[in-house]
């Protein structure tokens, strides 16, 4: 019991892993045995983030990639396998959300945008991914989805279109590989003080605002989505799969 949650020997590939979330999250990872690939588009931020995480003991390597390219994720994939012959575990984390406003004004570049990145890119690096983990007869995949995509919104509409649509998929997957003993889950996190969501927290008002409706009192930090993680790629998550976890303070649970 003791190795529950020992990713020894795993090999996990987080995208959009120099920031936020996914840092926290490949950190997590790494600091409980697995090597990791940290990825997002800027080169310079994934050597950065991979150099911590070895220097701190982890093993980490840097491939950055704009996950709405198919072909910048083949490499992904590619240079992963080069690296470390397998992908174990594959958190699909990166997303964008470039409106913010009444779906009345919503360009059509920006929703096809949002579909392409939150959608289409996951849909697509799981496609790349599987065939490896039926053939090992194991794997767990992980999308980072959101509690945006729980509720009805006036202005973060397709943001929250893509984000009920990946839990959907995770769905989708967990039942047609779940005999492959593949593990697939969604994770929403709740409002999390990342850059992304910034605007939503950097005025102190604000934040008060929403800390005093969640009821553990404060907004999340990105380390408070690592554990979930960590327990989904571990034997310790090792019979979960098409569930949607929350990780959001109590706010969807007690709202
Ligand atoms: P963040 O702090 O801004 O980090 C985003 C990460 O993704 C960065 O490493 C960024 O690096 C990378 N990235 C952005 N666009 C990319 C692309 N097209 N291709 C590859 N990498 C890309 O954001 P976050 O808040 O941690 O968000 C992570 C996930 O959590 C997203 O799926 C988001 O929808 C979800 N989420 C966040 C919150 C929240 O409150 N923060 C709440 C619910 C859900 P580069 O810019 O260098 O590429």
């Known amino acids: 019991m003791k190795d529950l949650f020992d990713l020894t020997g795993k090999v996990s590939v987080i995208t959009g892993s120099t920031k936020g979330i996914g ?13 990791v690939v940290i990825s997002s588009r800027k080169a310079d931020a994934c050597e950065a983030v991979a150099a911590a995480i070895n220097e701190s003991g982890g093993e980490a390597m840097a491939h950055p990639c704009h996950v709405g390219h198919k072909d910048q994720l083949e490499r992904l ?14 958190v699909v984390n990166a997303a964008v959300n470039p409106y913010y406003g009444s779906s009345l004004g919503i360009p059509d570049s920006a929703f096809d945008k949002v579909m392409e990145v939150n959608i289409k890119s996951v849909h697509w690096l799981c496609q790349m991914v599987i065939p490896e983990m039926q053939e090992r007869r194991d794997g767990s995949i992980v999308i980072v989805s959101s509690v945006g995509g ?23 997957l967990a039942a047609e590989f779940g005999p492959d003993n593949i ?19 950097e005025d102190p008002k604000r934040e008060q605002a929403v800390a005093a409706r969640t ?31 929350t990780v959001d303070g109590g706010v969807v649970g007690c709202g």
Not at 183 to 200: D, I, S
Not at 234 to 241: C, D, I, P, Q
């Open 77 to 90: 994939v590619a240079a992963t396998r080069e690296r470390w012959g397998k992908i174990d575990n594959l």
């Open 215 to 245: 009821p553990l009192r404060r907004l999340g930090e990105p380390e408070d989505c690592a554990g979930i993680a960590v327990y989904l790629a571990s034997r310790a998550g090792s019979w979960t799969t098409g569930q949607t976890f």
């Open 150 to 172: 729980f509720r009805g919104t006036a202005v973060l509409g397709a943001y929250s279109i893509s984000k009920a649509a990946d839990m959907q998929l995770a769905r989708n």
């Open 183 to 201: 593990r697939v889950n969604a994770v929403c996190p709740g409002l999390v003080k990342t850059n992304f969501a910034r605007a939503l927290w």
């Open 23 to 35: 840092k926290a999250m490949a950190e997590g990872m790494a600091a409980f045995g697995s090597k």
